[in-house]
C-alpha cells in the first residue's frame, strides 16, 4: 500500500475508533437512566484503564517490531496470541467472584470481565496491523464493529441496567474480532506463534506500562474511586461532560501521533517548539469553540444527546472545556520535549499526573463533582505549563545538553487522563 493510501486509511480509523466510543457512550446514555448510566460509566472507566494499559504493554511496544518480515509476523501473531490469554485468565475468575457477589456495580463489572477478551483481542488486532503495513485491515474490522455496536445497543430497552448493556456492547465486539482474526491468520500464515515473547526481560512493555500508570491512569482510577467511595453520579457526569469533547481527543491523538515526526522535521530546536506551540494554540482555540458550542445547545439538544445525564453533565461544561483548553497547550508541550530531549516527559508525566489526582480530589471535597471537574482543570494547566518551562530551559541550554534521541520512541500520551482510545497507528503513527 502506498503511503498516502495507508496514511489515509489509519486516519480514517482513528476517526472510526474514537466516533464509536462516543457513540457507545451517547446510546447507553439514552438507554438508561441516571443511575444506570453513572454504574455504566465507572465499569467503562476500569474498561478504559485496561484498554490503556494493554495497549502500552503490549501494543506499544508492538508497533516497534523490526527485522524481517517473518519474524514480525510471529510477533504480532504472539502480541494477539498472548492478550487473549491474558485477558481470559484475569476475566474468567473475576467474573465468577463478582458475579457471586451481588450488587449492581460488582455484577457491572463481571460482565464486564466476561467479554474483556474479546474487546482486548481486537484492539491488539489493530496494533498488529499498524505493525504489518496494512491499516485498511483495521479499518475494515473498526467499521464492522461500528455497524455492530450501535444497533446491539439501540436495541435493549429503555431502562436496561448496566450489566445487560455492557455485555450487549461487549458481545457486539465479535464480528469484527472474527473479521480481524481471519485477516490476521491469512497475511501471517505459516508464522507461528509465541505468547511467551512478550513476558520477555528486556519487553518494552515493561516501560510503556509504567510510563501508562503515571500519566494516564492516575487521573481514571481516581474517579473510579469517587464512583466506589463517595457518588457514582459523580462518575456519570464526568464521562458525560467529557463524551461531549470526543472530536478534540481525537484531534489530540493525531497530534500525539503525527506530531513528532513532522516536528523532528521542523529545521531545528526552535522552529519545533514554535510549531508545537503554534498547534497548541490552534488546539486550544478549538477547544474553546467547542465548548461554547456545547453550552449554547439547547436542552432538548442535550437530551436527546445524553438523556437524564444531560442535566449534570452541562453544569461541568465550562470547566471541561477550561480543562481542555490547557490539555492542548500541554499535549504540545510534552511534544516539543518528546523532540528536544524525550527522557524528560517521564519525571513530568509523573510529578504532574500525581498533583492532577489530588486536584481532583481536593476540588470534589470543596465543591462536589463541579469542584472535581476545576480541579481536572487545575491539573491539566499544570502539567501543561510545566511542560512549556521545562521546554524554555531546554532551549536554553547548550544544544549538547538536549540529547539526540529520536521521536521513532511512542509518543507521549494527551495529556488528559487518557480519554481517548487508539485507532489503528496508537504508538509511533498515531495512537491505533
Not at 89 to 95: E, N
Amino acid at each position: 500500500m502506498r503511503n498516502g493510501t495507508a496514511l489515509i486509511c489509519s486516519v480514517a480509523d482513528q476517526g472510526v475508533a474514537a466516533g464509536t466510543n462516543i457513540a457507545v457512550v451517547i446510546v447507553a446514555a439514552r438507554r438508561s437512566d441516571v443511575h444506570a448510566f453513572a454504574t455504566f460509566s465507572l465499569v467503562y472507566t476500569v474498561f478504559t484503564v485496561l484498554l490503556g494499559l494493554t495497549a502500552a504493554y503490549v501494543g506499544q511496544a508492538l508497533v516497534l517490531e523490526k527485522g524481517e518480515p517473518a519474524a514480525v509476523a510471529r510477533a504480532c501473531r504472539s502480541a494477539v496470541a498472548f492478550t487473549a490469554l491474558a485477558a481470559t485468565t484475569l476475566g474468567v475468575p473475576a467474573a465468577l467472584v463478582l458475579g457471586a457477589a451481588g450488587g449492581a456495580t460488582a455484577t457491572a463489572l463481571a460482565a464486564l470481565a466476561l467479554v474483556l477478551p474479546l474487546a482486548l483481542t481486537q484492539e491488539t488486532t489493530r496494533y498488529a496491523f499498524s505493525t504489518l503495513h496494512r491499516p485498511q485491515y483495521a479499518l475494515a474490522a473498526d467499521l464492522v464493529r461500528l455497524a455492530a455496536v450501535l444497533p446491539a445497543l439501540a436495541l435493549q430497552p429503555h431502562g436496561a441496567g448496566a450489566a445487560r448493556l455492557l455485555l450487549a456492547w461487549g458481545l457486539s465486539t465479535l464480528p469484527a474480532l472474527a473479521l480481524a482474526l481471519w485477516l490476521l491468520l491469512r497475511h501471517t500464515r505459516g508464522a507461528g506463534q509465541d505468547p511467551r515473547h512478550c513476558l520477555r526481560r528486556d519487553h518494552l512493555g515493561r516501560r510503556f506500562a509504567v510510563e501508562f500508570g503515571v500519566g494516564n491512569a492516575g487521573s481514571q482510577l481516581a474517579i473510579i474511586g469517587l464512583g466506589l467511595l463517595a457518588n457514582p453520579l459523580a462518575v456519570g457526569a464526568l464521562r458525560g461532560a467529557t463524551t461531549l469533547f470526543g472530536p478534540m481527543n481525537v484531534l489530540f491523538n493525531a497530534a500525539t501521533g503525527f506530531g513528532p515526526p513532522l516536528l523532528d522535521r521542523a529545521g531545528g530546536a526552535r522552529h519545533a517548539a514554535r510549531a508545537a506551540g503554534t498547534a497548541g494554540g490552534v488546539l486550544a482555540v478549538l477547544a474553546a469553540a467547542w465548548a461554547t458550542v456545547l453550552a449554547l445547545l439547547p436542552d432538548s439538544a442535550g437530551r436527546a444527546l445524553l438523556g437524564d445525564t444531560w442535566a449534570s453533565a452541562a453544569r461541568l461544561l465550562p470547566a471541561t472545556g477550561s480543562q481542555y483548553a490547557a490539555m492542548a497547550l500541554g499535549t504540545c508541550g510534552l511534544l516539543a520535549l518528546r523532540v528536544l530531549k524525550p527522557r524528560t516527559t517521564l519525571p513530568i508525566q509523573l510529578v504532574f499526573s500525581l498533583a492532577a489526582v489530588g486536584c481532583l480530589l481536593g476540588g470534589y471535597a470543596l465543591g462536589g463533582v463541579l469542584g472535581a471537574a476545576w480541579g481536572l482543570c487545575l491539573g491539566s494547566a499544570a502539567k501543561g505549563a510545566a511542560s512549556w518551562l521545562r521546554t524554555a530551559r531546554l532551549l536554553d541550554a547548550p544544544s549538547g545538553a538536549r540529547g539526540t534521541a529520536r521521536t521513532a520512541t511512542v509518543p507521549p500520551r494527551s495529556a488528559d487522563g487518557g480519554q481517548g482510545h487508539p485507532p489503528s497507528q496508537r504508538s509511533t503513527r498515531g495512537k491505533p
